[in-house]
């Protein structure tokens, strides 16, 4: 079992960057591919991006290629969202999940989530 802590939200302007952190307790960490969501207000949740369990593989979605950079640390038990570029589009609460399974590009078969952290980007 993993718990999740999300942090590193905030308000930033448009084109600006920030850094998702999500802390993980527990042993094994490393066990786990881990993932960032994200949802807005009246829309369905979203997948952000994944990586796998050694960090040598990511996955990104089509709507943040280029801009989010996910990435972990296992021996802090951390991952990571670079996020840069922000576009007011992007505002969202943003969530870290984990799961036992290796395929990255799936989005299904987290059972483990952070509180979720609040990204705002102004205009």
């Known amino acids: 079992q993993v718990q999740l802590v999300d942090s590193g939200g905030g308000l930033v302007q448009a084109g600006g960057s920030l850094r998702l952190s999500c802390a993980a307790s527990?042993?094994?960490?490393?066990?786990?591919?881990m993932g960032w969501f994200r949802q807005a207000p009246g829309k369905e949740r979203e997948f952000v991006a994944a990586?796998?369990?050694?960090?040598?593989?990511?996955y990104h979605a089509d709507s943040v290629k280029g801009r989010f950079t996910i990435s972990r640390d296992n021996a802090k038990k951390t991952v990571y969202l670079q996020m840069n570029s922000l576009k007011p589009e992007d505002t969202a609460v943003y969530y870290c999940?984990?799961?036992?399974?290796?395929?990255?590009?799936?989005?299904?078969?987290?059972?483990?989530w952070g509180q979720g952290t609040q990204v705002t980007v102004s205009s």
């Open positions: 990586i796998s369990k050694s960090g040598d593989s990511t």
């Open positions: 999940a984990a799961k036992a399974s290796y395929i990255i590009s799936s989005s299904s078969g987290y059972g483990y």
């Open positions: 527990g042993r094994t960490f490393s066990s786990y591919t």
